[in-house]
């Protein structure tokens, strides 16, 4: 498979976008399911178990497809350097499909704690604000974003020359495909967990949120009182509206 063909760019952001749910989830639910040997964890458990998940599933893309598993990132990367639109509807598409396959097989692996859990489970899936307030949910996940896109533009390989011609690689994917970007954006992932998850459990991506949401839905889990279609536009487009602005701001700064 050629790296940065449309079959590479799909599988990669496909895998990559799974495997970051099927750990996300999964650190979601050894803390919040009775009967997990991690049970009652704990935030900085989890918010560490999610940065070791944008480890994994970037690195299992990043040769494949630049590793974004983030339409954030994607449609930021994408407006700073006016590159990679003829690729974003692919990378979509494959995040999304990517989110829903991670969080069944999340769902796999605690089949037997989901059967006995006596309570809604949506939380293990898909952000749940601690306060419910749409618009300040939104400017959470707007900050949470932003300062995520922001940080992947600023230190990602610029491919400028000194008369400003591009050479190389598509800036989009060069920016990504770094070995130690990967592990930066992975810490500051955990970052962003800490010092501005608790709002509204920090979706930053809406892949991590809505894929997982559509396999809750369908998945036969037992006590669910509902998918919570009227929050979940908030971290769809928070991060969308987050990813931009850092891109336009990224134009005119850096």
Same mark, same amino acid.
């Given at each position: 498979?050629?790296?940065?063909?449309?079959?590479?760019?799909?599988?990669?952001?496909? +895998?990559?976008?799974?495997?970051?749910?099927?750990?996300?989830?999964?650190?979601?639910?050894?803390?919040? !399911?009775?009967?997990?040997?991690?049970?009652?964890?704990?935030?900085?458990?989890?918010?560490?178990?999610?940065?070791?998940?944008?480890?994994?599933?970037?690195?299992?893309? *990043?040769?494949?497809?630049? &590793?974004?598993?983030?339409?954030?990132?994607?449609?930021?990367?994408?407006?700073?350097?006016?590159?990679?639109?003829?690729?974003?509807?692919?990378?979509?598409?494959?995040?999304? *499909?990517? @989110?829903?396959?991670? =969080?069944?097989?999340?769902?796999?692996?605690?089949? &037997?704690?989901?059967?006995?859990?006596?309570?809604? #489970? *949506?939380?293990?899936?898909?952000?749940?604000?601690?306060?419910?307030?749409?618009?300040?949910?939104?400017? #959470?996940?707007?900050?949470?974003?932003?300062?995520?896109?922001?940080? +992947?533009?600023?230190?990602? $390989?610029?491919?400028?020359? =000194? &008369?400003?011609?591009?050479?190389?690689? $598509?800036?989009?994917?060069? +920016?990504?495909?770094?070995?130690?970007?990967? !592990?930066?954006?992975? *810490?500051?992932?955990?970052?962003?967990?800490?010092?501005?998850?608790?709002?509204?459990?920090?979706?930053?991506?809406?892949?991590?949120? !809505? @894929?997982?949401?559509?396999?809750?839905?369908?998945?036969?889990?037992?006590?669910? #009182?509902?998918?919570?279609?009227?929050?979940?536009?908030?971290?769809?487009? @928070? $991060?969308?509206?987050?990813?931009?602005? =850092?891109? !336009?701001?990224?134009? =005119?700064?850096?």
């Amino acid at each position: 498979m050629t790296p940065g063909s449309n079959a590479a760019v799909f599988f990669g952001e496909f +895998i990559g976008t799974a495997i970051l749910l099927l750990m996300g989830n999964g650190v979601v639910a050894a803390v919040l !399911l009775p009967r997990s040997k991690a049970f009652a964890g704990g935030w900085i458990v989890i918010t560490f178990g999610w940065g070791f998940a944008v480890l994994a599933g970037a690195y299992t893309a *990043l040769n494949l497809s630049g &590793g974004q598993i983030n339409p954030a990132v994607t449609l930021g990367l994408s407006t700073f350097t006016g590159e990679g639109w003829d690729q974003v509807p692919l990378r979509l598409v494959a995040q999304v *499909l990517g @989110g829903i396959v991670g =969080a069944a097989l999340c769902w796999a692996a605690y089949m &037997g704690h989901f059967r006995v859990a006596e309570e809604d #489970t *949506l939380g293990i899936f898909s952000t749940i604000p601690a306060i419910r307030n749409n618009v300040q949910n939104f400017v #959470t996940e707007v900050i949470g974003t932003f300062v995520l896109v922001l940080f +992947i533009i600023a230190t990602g $390989p610029s491919k400028l020359p =000194a &008369g400003g011609e591009r050479t190389g690689e $598509p800036i989009a994917t060069a +920016i990504t495909q770094s070995g130690t970007g990967v !592990l930066l954006v992975a *810490l500051l992932v955990v970052g962003i967990g800490l010092c501005l998850g608790g709002p509204t459990g920090y979706a930053i991506n809406p892949a991590r949120d !809505l @894929g997982p949401r559509i396999a809750y839905t369908f998945l036969p889990i037992p006590n669910k #009182t509902g998918s919570d279609w009227g929050y979940s536009w908030v971290p769809v487009a @928070g $991060p969308i509206v987050g990813g931009v602005l =850092a891109a !336009l701001v990224g134009k =005119a700064v850096l």
